[in-house]
């Protein structure tokens, strides 16, 4: 018989417990950025949208704007109309007569006898404005051009971007790990006849070609009837070329080389209006056309840079570690713009956070002095499972830290908490996406109380409300979850799809949208694709993607839930869950784990982290199958692909593998399938 269920299909079935509180402690707060509790008072909806004028206050403006928010091509935001401004300007030239000689940018190579490169504010500013000579007058852009990207962590990257912003020539950096096919695609659908790469970086103390990666751009970019007349190639080893590829006559530049010719140039920023697009970054997808989210320059600065010294307490003194790539959202607003408009110090590192081995990112920060580490669920597990002792060994002292990218498991949460920062560092598990441009739900960290597993309240100025499908809104302590969207616009929101502004609306406000054609910011709700429940406490608990939930004989499930609830089996430290095809029940959980270095797999294990999922959660939940795995299928960026997992489980091909950093754990997962036979 069918079962029945009275949740629609934008409520999901929530069994998480809810978790106590952690207090931050009295001497951050002492020292913090905000401690103002009127702040949400000033950011109410009655004073929406000059609030935000608070945000724009901290940068530095050619001309002040006109109008804070224009609503006239609604859902097209238009925020600081009037403005005039240069985000490079106030990411380096107006911290010169202060902060001269401070390091902006500390590099740290992968490979660990090489040493660290500190950038001074002073170099920062040169080496800017003669790459922005180099790319006006070398390559001929101008206001407006798009240059694509395909550098990996390296100082020589924000510089670029700089350089790009100086001059009003919107860039495109694509993830260093993508293949010349991917960021080909980016190429044509931006209209970038210049790219930008290196030729060779350093991943897992290998030398990567990247070079071989624009040659092949180049070429599937052609074939696709789009012509790149220049590909500019810094060297990894400045005055030493590091790829074998060979350059080709009248297209490949060396940068190092071409550089010398602008010597002491010095480029006045462009006084861009502040609606003007700063950058695109693609939204990443193995499927279907590449997706450019365009960020505007006023609006999207100020976000991010109110939100780098109140979210993340950056002052000019500290030292800062995002430990993400600048190849995504999170690197550009929170390495590159963000701290840098502040006038902080920010680490940039090459390589991979486990090599040589799991202490480098403590020893990193021990080095250095680093007082502000962020970064993602997925790096902070793969450091637990690698050395979860390590940070013990190691003196750095963190006074704050913040994770980023999906939601961190409670079991997770706390050991970053207790191991990382020690028992003393203030965590902010904040929640947004690529279109975001900066946090929108996260605690303030001398305000606000932490929790684990959940988000916390909205940003000062951020209004949220959680819908079902029909559009009623779903109230606060309900215990009920639905689809997270926002009432309001604010500064960070990105302005539209590159290119395609009906997917724009219709992925993003069509859904919720009450009036067609009206100018009220009020009829056009943003819809994120997240799934989420606000408890009484009136902090958001994210629970993943719509997509990433599995209708159970009509008990809809959140993936991060079981995952969150195998996580607390402390011989556990990774999970994933996909959906497999069942004739009686639609849908059913297959579990994947995997294990602390030592602890062997066993059919006693499987049964007792089964056992945990139907505790924590229900019995409908229970895994199908506990597959326990030597290691999960992951990207370059370390996110486990679910797609792999899910063609294992039900016995299909897995597709293109050839993008994976450990394609080779396929094979071995095929092998773990053949020998089970579920």
């Given at each position: 018989m069918?079962?029945?269920?009275?949740?629609?299909?934008?409520?999901?079935?929530?069994?998480?417990?809810?978790?106590?509180?952690?207090?931050?402690?009295?001497?951050?707060?002492?020292?913090?950025?905000?401690?103002?509790?009127?702040?949400?008072?000033?950011?109410?909806?009655?004073?929406?949208?000059?609030?935000?004028?608070?945000f724009?206050?901290?940068?530095?403006?050619?001309?002040?704007?006109?109008?804070t928010?224009d609503?006239?091509?609604?859902?097209?935001?238009?925020?600081?109309?009037?403005?005039?401004?240069?985000?490079?300007?106030?990411?380096?030239?107006?911290?010169?007569?202060?902060?001269?000689?401070?390091?902006?940018?500390?590099?740290?190579?992968?490979?660990?006898?090489?040493?660290?490169?500190?950038v001074?504010?002073q170099?920062?500013?040169?080496?800017?404005?003669?790459?922005?000579?180099?790319?006006?007058?070398?390559?001929g852009?101008?206001?407006?051009?798009?240059?694509?990207?395909?550098?990996p962590?390296?100082?020589?990257?924000?510089?670029?971007?700089?350089?790009?912003?100086?001059?009003?020539?919107?860039?495109?950096?694509?993830?260093?790990?993508f293949?010349?096919?991917?960021?080909?695609?980016?190429?044509?659908?931006?209209?970038?006849?210049?790219?930008?790469?290196?030729?060779?970086?350093?991943?897992?103390?290998?030398?990567?070609?990247?070079?071989?990666k624009?040659?092949?751009?180049?070429?599937?970019?052609?074939?696709?009837?789009?012509?790149?007349?220049?590909?500019?190639?810094?060297?990894?080893?400045?005055?030493k070329?590091?790829?074998p590829?060979?350059?080709?006559?009248?297209?490949?530049?060396?940068?190092?080389?071409?550089?010398?010719?602008?010597?002491?140039?010095?480029?006045?920023?462009?006084?861009?209006?502040?609606e003007?697009?700063?950058?695109?970054?693609?939204?990443s997808?193995?499927?279907?056309?590449?997706?450019g989210?365009?960020?505007?320059?006023?609006?999207y600065?100020?976000?991010?840079?109110?939100?780098?010294?109140?979210?993340?307490?950056?002052h000019?003194?500290?030292?800062?570690?995002?430990?993400?790539?600048?190849?995504?959202?999170t690197?550009?607003?929170?390495?590159v713009?963000?701290?840098?408009?502040?006038?902080?110090?920010?680490?940039?590192?090459?390589?991979?956070?486990?090599?040589?081995d799991?202490?480098r990112?403590?020893?990193?920060a021990?080095?250095?002095?680093?007082?502000?580490?962020?970064?993602?669920?997925?790096?902070?597990?793969?450091l637990?499972?690698?050395?979860?002792?390590?940070?013990?060994?190691?003196?750095?002292?963190?006074?704050?830290?913040?994770?980023?990218?999906?939601?961190?498991?409670?079991?997770?949460?706390?050991?970053?908490?207790?191991?990382?920062g020690?028992?003393?560092?203030?965590?902010?598990?904040?929640?947004?996406?690529?279109?975001?441009?900066?946090?929108?739900?996260?605690?303030?960290?001398?305000?606000?109380?932490?929790?684990?597993?959940?988000?916390?309240?909205?940003?000062?100025?951020?209004?949220?409300?959680?819908?079902?499908?029909?559009?009623?809104?779903?109230?606060?302590?309900?215990?009920?979850?639905?689809?997270?969207?926002?009432?309001?616009?604010?500064?960070?929101?990105?302005?539209?799809?590159?290119?395609?502004?009906?997917?724009?609306?219709?992925?993003?406000?069509?859904?919720?949208?009450?009036?067609?054609?009206?100018?009220?910011?009020?009829?056009?709700?943003?819809?994120?694709?997240?799934?989420?429940?606000?408890?009484?406490?009136?902090?958001?608990?994210i629970?993943g993607?719509?997509?990433?939930?599995?209708?159970?004989?009509?008990?809809?499930?959140?993936?991060?839930?079981?995952?969150?609830?195998?996580?607390?089996v402390?011989?556990?430290?990774?999970?994933?869950?996909?959906?497999?095809?069942?004739?009686?029940?639609?849908?059913?959980?297959?579990?994947?784990?995997?294990?602390?270095?030592?602890?062997?797999?066993?059919?006693?294990?499987?049964?007792?982290?089964?056992?945990?999922?139907?505790?924590?959660?229900?019995?409908?939940?229970?895994?199908?199958?506990?597959?326990?795995?030597?290691?999960?299928?992951?990207?370059?960026?370390?996110?486990?692909?679910?797609?792999?997992?899910?063609?294992?489980?039900?016995?299909?091909?897995?597709?293109?593998?050839?993008?994976?950093?450990?394609?080779?754990?396929?094979?071995?997962?095929?092998?773990?399938?053949?020998?089970?036979?579920?």
């Open positions: 069918e079962q029945k269920t009275d949740l629609s299909e934008a409520e999901i079935a929530v069994h998480w417990q809810e978790e106590g509180y952690y207090q931050p402690s009295t001497s951050f707060i002492a020292q913090a950025n905000l401690t103002d509790p009127d702040i949400f008072k000033r950011f109410s909806v009655d004073n929406f949208p000059e609030c935000f004028k608070e724009a206050d901290l940068l530095t403006w050619f001309k002040y704007w006109e109008k928010l609503t006239s091509n609604a859902p097209f935001w238009r925020w600081f109309v009037g403005g005039r401004i240069n985000a490079s300007y106030n990411c380096v030239d107006r911290h010169l007569e202060k902060y001269r000689n401070k390091a902006a940018i500390h590099f740290v190579p992968e490979l660990e006898h090489e040493p660290v490169q500190h001074t504010y170099e920062l500013y040169v080496r800017v404005n003669e790459m922005a000579a180099l790319l006006r007058n070398l390559c852009l101008k206001t407006g051009d798009r240059v694509t990207l395909h550098m962590m390296v100082p020589e990257l924000p510089i670029t971007m700089l350089a790009c912003a100086r001059i009003g020539v919107i860039h495109s950096q694509v993830f260093s790990g293949s010349g096919k991917a960021c080909a695609d980016r190429i044509v659908d931006s209209g970038s006849r210049v790219l930008i790469t290196m030729d060779g970086y350093y991943r897992s103390g290998t030398m990567q070609d990247q070079k071989e624009a040659d092949i751009a180049v070429k599937d970019a052609a074939a696709e009837g789009y012509k790149v007349d220049t590909v500019l190639i810094w060297q990894r080893y400045p005055g070329y590091s790829s590829q060979k350059l080709v006559e009248g297209r490949d530049v060396i940068v190092n080389d071409a550089l010398k010719h602008y010597r002491g140039a010095r480029i006045e920023p462009e006084h861009m209006p502040a003007a697009p700063l950058f695109l970054m693609y939204t997808g193995t499927t279907g056309k590449p997706k989210c365009q960020h505007s320059t006023g609006g600065l100020a976000y991010v840079t109110w939100t780098s010294k109140n979210i993340q307490d950056i000019p003194e500290d030292v800062y570690w995002c430990m993400a790539d600048i190849g995504w959202i690197g550009h607003s929170y390495i713009y963000g701290p840098l408009a502040l006038g902080a110090s920010s680490v940039i590192y090459e390589g991979v956070p486990t090599y040589p799991p202490g990112p403590w020893r990193i021990e080095e250095l002095g680093v007082n502000i580490f962020h970064t993602s669920p997925t790096a902070i597990r793969a637990r499972r690698a050395g979860p002792d390590e940070p013990q060994k190691y003196n750095f002292r963190f006074k704050h830290m913040t994770t980023v990218g999906e939601p961190v498991e409670p079991e997770v949460w706390r050991w970053y908490y207790e191991h990382v020690k028992g003393a560092a203030v965590i902010v598990d904040t929640w947004w996406q690529t279109e975001n441009g900066g946090f929108l739900c996260s605690t303030i960290p001398a305000l606000n109380p932490m929790k684990p597993g959940s988000a916390g309240p909205a940003l000062p100025g951020i209004y949220p409300v959680i819908y079902d499908d029909d559009g009623n809104e779903i109230p606060r302590g309900a215990n009920r979850a639905g689809n997270i969207c926002i009432r309001n616009p604010w500064p960070g929101i990105f302005q539209t799809v590159w290119g395609d502004p009906d997917r724009f609306v219709r992925q993003y406000y069509e859904r919720y949208n009450k009036k067609k054609g009206s100018t009220d910011w009020r009829d056009w709700p943003y819809f994120a694709g997240d799934g989420a429940m606000q408890p009484p406490d009136g902090y958001y608990r629970l993607r719509i997509d990433d939930v599995i209708n159970v004989a009509g008990h809809r499930l959140g993936t991060k839930e079981i995952e969150s609830a195998a996580l607390t402390p011989e556990v430290v990774e999970a994933a869950v996909v959906p497999v095809p069942d004739e009686v029940k639609g849908r059913v959980p297959d579990l994947y784990v995997a294990l602390k270095h030592g602890i062997k797999a066993s059919r006693e294990l499987e049964e007792k982290i089964a056992k945990a999922v139907i505790t924590e959660i229900s019995p409908i939940a229970r895994p199908r199958k506990v597959w326990i795995v030597p290691d999960m299928p992951k990207t370059r960026s370390g996110k486990i692909m679910r797609r792999v997992l899910a063609a294992v489980s039900s016995g299909k091909d897995a597709g293109d593998v050839s993008t994976l950093a450990n394609p080779e754990v396929v094979a071995e997962l095929r092998k773990l399938a053949e020998q089970t036979k579920v």
